[in-house]
């Protein structure tokens, strides 16, 4: 039997009940849950091409094993509301997520539109610690990795084994686990501990990406997650590991976060493409 494939809602992009599946020859309709969305008209165009970047990110969260529910977010500023920023809808699968159903918040994650809209306002406070204060981590990713989370809670933290936790060498903050991230005063410790690097790790936890777009964030949350993902891996042989001199490392480091062609470059048009074919209606 063939797989099934999601197609396009048929009742257009504002649908919030009916897509038309299609196995084989068969076409059926599936429900699907009803939450508000806002129309591609009613935002200025950049807010629009921000959605759709967002959306292709929260897909791509799933699809590569990065999500925890409906929990964790991913957050990215409004180009032209510097003030405002978009954050999934709470208790859609991030796998659901679409360009209309993101909802634009404000600092204290009040929601600004669609009407209607819920959102975790409590998990916004890990975003917006970086948000309120960073001028240039316009896209900031979290996640709960069962890898990364191993990994937070290792004295040591991110060891330098494979290349790609070597772009993080020197770079990369901890911030202590202070019980749940639900008080506004946590936010100035998050905000000091990310420092002047683009991830983090929060200890007990869990860890945090920041770029100046989706694609940059995306890239570093994926070298990241791959990097904790081996580390638990060589830690469980219980062999001896080697880790290169100080200066490989660096040089490494220097070399990877010195890659002249930025992400949105290079793998995040072949990442639509697979969205395209995997799980397509993100821009919708
Ligand atoms: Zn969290």
């Not at 960073?134 to 996640?143: E, F, N, P, Q, Y």
């Not at 976060?257 to 930025?262: A, H, K, Q, R, Y």
Request: glycine content about 6%.
């Amino acid at each position: 039997m063939k797989p099934w494939r999601v197609w396009r809602c048929h009742n257009g992009a504002l649908c919030n009940a009916h897509y038309t599946c299609q196995n084989g020859k068969e076409r059926v309709n599936l429900r699907v849950m009803s939450v508000p969305r806002i129309s591609k008209r009613e935002v200025s165009a950049a807010e629009w091409q921000a959605r759709v970047d967002l959306a292709a990110c929260y897909r791509l969260v799933e699809h590569f094993g990065m999500d925890d529910l409906v929990y964790t977010h991913i957050t990215l500023r409004v180009p032209d509301a510097p003030d405002r920023f978009l954050i999934n809808p709470f208790g859609v699968m991030f796998g659901d997520i679409t360009a209309s159903n993101l909802v634009c918040v404000n600092l204290s994650g009040e929601v600004m539109h669609p009407a209607g809209a819920r959102v975790n306002p409590a998990g916004f406070i890990v975003h917006s610690a970086i948000h309120l204060k960073s001028t240039d981590a316009h896209c900031v990713l979290h996640t709960h990795t069962e890898a990364g989370m191993a990994v937070s809670a290792l004295d040591c933290g991110l060891l330098m084994l494979n290349q790609k936790a070597m772009q993080f060498h020197n770079r990369i903050g901890y911030h202590a686990f202070e019980g749940m991230a639900l008080a506004e005063e946590e936010r100035e410790s998050l905000f000091q501990d990310l420092g002047p690097h683009k991830a983090m790790i929060l200890r007990h936890h869990g860890v945090l990406c920041v770029g100046e777009d989706v694609s940059e964030a995306f890239s570093l949350a994926y070298a990241l997650e791959i990097s904790c993902r081996v580390q638990m891996k060589i830690l469980a042989s219980a062999q001896p590991y080697m880790i290169p001199d100080e200066e490989v490392l660096e040089q490494t480091a220097r070399q990877l976060n010195g890659f002249p062609v930025p992400p949105r470059e290079r793998e995040w048009p072949g990442l639509l493409q697979l969205l395209e074919r995997v799980n397509p209606g993100y821009d919708a």
